[in-house]
T-cell receptor
């Protein structure tokens, strides 16, 4: 089955800095890579996703890049704000059930 | 309107008891899921149902029994609760089987004493 590694487990930045979270996956047949944000006391919420036929996707301050050859993908958040503080999960999907990484706790200090 | 709603949000109970968590989605989705999130935040799939039919059962003890009376509801019943069952349980749904985008509920925190 698919295995997803996510780093770092904790990321602390100052407001306005950029944050990068990296994930690797094991199964080269995986073709869908979503990112979820989980705020305290809430369920994960999809923030951006990318499919294997695209190398990069951007939505305002958030971007995701995918390197199929190396089997890794990354989430980039620019101009971080305190409300970006949350746990972020990457996932890779081969069939219809995504395999999640172990999460990154992002802390943005004002 | 809440898209995926779970009840109860908090549940505290003694070892050996039986408890249920209910989930309802008003999105018209065909597929529903139960995930378990442990204390280290790891999200693990437990079950998946598509149009009331069980699709996935990921090596979950048979003390856990999901039930889907219709495609908008997926309930989770747990028998003989153990300390290790303490976790946050998330219900989720997706439009159709094979659609990867999940909509999660707010979670149900189960504490077994």
């Amino acid at each position: 089955g698919e295995n997803v590694e996510q780093h770092p487990s904790t990321l602390s930045v100052q407001e306005g800095d950029s944050a990068v979270i990296k994930c690797t996956y094991s199964d080269s047949a995986s073709n869908y890579f979503p990112w979820y944000k989980q705020e305290l006391g809430k369920g994960p919420q999809l923030i951006i996703d990318i499919r294997s036929n695209v190398g990069e996707k951007k939505d305002q301050r958030i971007a995701v890049t995918l390197n199929k050859t190396a089997k890794h993908f990354s989430l980039h958040i620019t101009e971080t704000q305190p409300e970006d503080s949350a746990v972020y999960f990457c996932a890779a999907s081969l069939s219809y059930i995504p395999t999640f990484g172990r999460g990154t706790s992002l802390i943005v200090h004002p | 309107d809440t898209a995926v709603s779970q009840t109860p949000k908090y549940l505290v109970t003694q070892m050996g008891n039986d408890k249920s968590i209910k989930c309802e989605q008003n999105l018209g989705h065909d597929t529903m899921y139960w995930y378990k999130q442990d204390s280290k935040k790891f999200l693990k799939i437990m079950f998946s149902y598509n149009n009331k039919e069980l699709i996935i059962n990921e090596t979950v003890p048979n003390r856990f029994s999901p039930k889907s009376p219709d495609k908008a509801h997926l309930n989770l019943h747990i028998n003989s609760l153990e300390l290790g069952d303490s976790a946050v349980y998330f219900c989720a749904s997706s439009p159709v089987l094979g659609a990867n985008v999940l909509t999660f509920g707010a979670g149900s925190r189960l504490t077994v004493l």
